[in-house]
């Protein structure tokens, strides 16, 4: 068992991720993975872009762009081109495969949950400790985002691979420009935020390689030019024009002071309030050993890079931190996975790390969004939600076995799931006593945020009943859609 805690780690996240997170209700506020899921269905059944037969169910929503009366999803292609083979399983599974509740939680888990879980299996492979790996599949924003369908956990994924195919080996070999050009070309076709990111990957090609970066630079677009195609085909089928998704992407760019606040701190949408010990990893930018190699500087610009230009698009997020940020969190966790925390201070390690856990679980099990009325959500909203409104996020147990399973037994199953995580990270720190007494320390200054402060308002109180209500609805949908499934 002491060789294999990192193991264990994988196997309590995917337990969480397929019995107890979340069926997401079918007329939650975000549909995106709604169209991306509709998408999907008219690839397989008619070989085309086209949703109009899914309006009523999607609704309104800014990912949908219409012309020639067809409605189409504006998200890039790629997810749901993936999607084609899960859908087929749920042809098999369900009389009614155009019923969304199961063929939307099925999708989520194969292109969101697995691609983590192949992660950190790899890493552990790789040798990465049980800190890193917790940090990884608990400690920040991307447990949240693997538990919904939404193209930037797989994008995120796809783009870290790319960076270490091209920068582990000790030179840089054409064979691995190419694969990396592949890698970035389906990340770019799930998200076209990522283009940022393949843009400083391509130019530091050409900065780092001194005797072939020509050939590693054709390698690299030849790996990358059929998905571009793809993404540009799919454009001007949508809109007309082939660079409408690139133009759209860079017509949000806008700096505002104020941003670096909204998107890196503050207590609604900042990336470093959900994850402070993230922090940790902007140290390591500055001190980290291998500071003066080429991988590490190509991962300093990278970081920083999109860090400001995320920073700088002009967009508000309905999830805990903004979208962009996902793509790098695995590259800010690098130095991590290469065992550079585990000499650090355990105190401030185990403090950092229970906020991180705790900051992220608490939107898991209650909502995954962020109305914009609440500035303050863990306190005004999912602890409220939780014990005021006795909600629990609608999952695959209490679908199952209906109100025999109720929320207090949930959430307790939830916690001990949480302890196991504590557990096996804590003994096999360096020090597991500071680190355990940190993050007790930890455990006791979020809850004292989360529970003592009163930012409550009348109108915060009747917003949450609505969310309640509306959520409560869409459970008994898809309770109701399961149960004919079975039948």
């Known amino acids: 068992m002491d060789g294999n805690r990192s193991l264990w780690l994988i196997i309590v996240y995917l337990i969480i991720s397929v019995y107890l997170l979340p069926f997401l209700p079918v007329k939650a506020n975000k549909t995106e993975g709604l169209a991306i899921w509709a998408t999907t269905v008219s690839l397989y059944q008619s070989f085309?872009?086209?949703?109009?037969?899914?309006?009523?169910?999607?609704?309104?929503?800014?990912?949908?762009?219409?012309?020639?009366?067809?409605i189409y999803s504006q998200n890039p292609p790629g997810l749901a081109i993936l999607g084609i083979p899960v859908y087929i399983i749920t042809k098999f599974i369900m009389r009614d495969p155009l019923n969304p509740s199961l063929g939307w939680f099925l999708m989520r888990f194969f292109l969101c949950t697995l691609p983590i879980i192949f992660l950190a299996y790899w890493l552990f492979r790789k040798d990465a400790d049980e800190l890193s790996i917790s940090i990884l599949l608990f400690a920040n924003p991307l447990f949240i985002y693997s538990l919904l369908l939404t193209p930037y956990v797989l994008a995120s994924c796809l783009m870290y691979f790319s960076f270490r195919l091209i920068y582990d080996p000790q030179r840089i070999f054409l064979r691995n420009c190419f694969l990396a050009g592949l890698l970035s070309g389906l990340a770019l076709n799930?998200?076209?935020?990522?283009?940022?990111?393949?843009?400083?990957?391509?130019?530091?090609?050409?900065?780092?390689?001194?005797?072939?970066?020509?050939?590693?630079?054709?390698?690299?677009?030849?790996?990358?030019?059929?998905?571009?195609?793809?993404?540009?085909?799919?454009?001007?089928?949508?809109?007309?024009?082939?660079?409408?998704?690139?133009?759209?992407?860079?017509?949000?760019?806008?700096?505002?002071?104020?941003?670096?606040?909204?998107?890196?701190?503050?207590?609604?949408?900042?990336?470093?309030?959900?994850?402070?010990?993230?922090?940790?990893?902007?140290?390591?930018?500055?001190?980290?050993?291998?500071?003066?190699?080429?991988?590490?500087?190509?991962?300093?610009?990278?970081?920083?890079?999109?860090?400001?230009?995320?920073?700088?698009?002009?967009?508000?997020?309905?999830?805990p931190i903004q979208e962009g940020?996902?793509?790098?969190?695995?590259?800010?966790?690098?130095?991590?996975?290469?065992?550079?925390?585990?000499?650090?201070?355990?105190?401030?390690?185990?403090?950092?790390?229970?906020?991180?856990?705790?900051?992220?679980?608490?939107?898991?099990?209650?909502?995954?969004?962020?109305?914009?009325?609440?500035?303050?959500?863990?306190?005004?909203?999912w602890m409220k939600l939780l014990t005021e409104e006795s909600f629990f996020t609608v999952n695959s147990i209490?679908?199952?076995?209906?109100?025999?399973?109720?929320?207090?037994?949930?959430?307790?199953?939830?916690?001990?799931?949480?302890?196991?995580?504590?557990?096996?990270t804590w003994i096999n720190t360096r020090k597991p006593y500071k680190f355990l007494i940190g993050a007790i320390i930890g455990i006791l200054v979020a809850s004292i945020y989360i529970i003592l402060p009163n930012f409550d308002k009348q109108n915060l109180q009747k917003k949450r009943q609505e969310i309640k209500n509306s959520f409560s609805l869409s459970a008994r949908m898809i309770n109701s859609s399961l149960k004919k499934c079975a039948s």
């Not at 690139?246 to 949000?252: R, V, Y």
């Not at 860090?307 to 997020?317: T, V």
């Not at 940020?325 to 650090?344: A, C, K, N, Q």
């Not at 207090?408 to 504590?422: D, K, P, T």
Request: contains cysteine.
């Open 48 to 70: 085309s872009f086209d949703i109009s037969w899914a309006e009523g169910l999607i609704g309104k929503d800014e990912k949908i762009s219409r012309r020639d009366e067809r």
């Open 190 to 319: 799930c998200t076209t935020n990522s283009l940022i990111f393949i843009i400083i990957l391509a130019i530091s090609l050409v900065i780092v390689e001194k005797k072939e970066k020509m050939p590693c630079i054709l390698a690299f677009s030849l790996g990358l030019a059929p998905f571009l195609i793809i993404l540009f085909f799919h454009s001007y089928v949508i809109s007309g024009s082939i660079f409408a998704h690139i133009f759209m992407e860079f017509s949000e760019f806008s700096f505002k002071t104020r941003n670096l606040y909204d998107f890196l701190l503050s207590p609604q949408n900042g990336l470093l309030f959900y994850s402070p010990i993230l922090l940790f990893s902007l140290l390591l930018l500055l001190i980290s050993f291998e500071k003066k190699t080429a991988r590490h500087k190509v991962k300093v610009a990278l970081i920083l890079i999109c860090l400001a230009y995320f920073c700088s698009k002009n967009k508000q997020s309905n999830f």
């Open 325 to 381: 940020f996902v793509l790098i969190l695995p590259l800010m966790m690098d130095s991590f996975f290469d065992g550079e925390l585990y000499d650090r201070s355990n105190l401030w390690l185990g403090f950092l790390f229970a906020l991180s856990v705790l900051f992220n679980f608490l939107p898991a099990i209650t909502l995954p969004i962020v109305p914009p009325e609440f500035k303050y959500p863990h306190n005004t909203l």
């Open 398 to 424: 209490g679908l199952i076995f209906g109100p025999v399973i109720n929320k207090a037994f949930l959430i307790s199953i939830s916690l001990v799931l949480i302890v196991f995580v504590f557990h096996f």
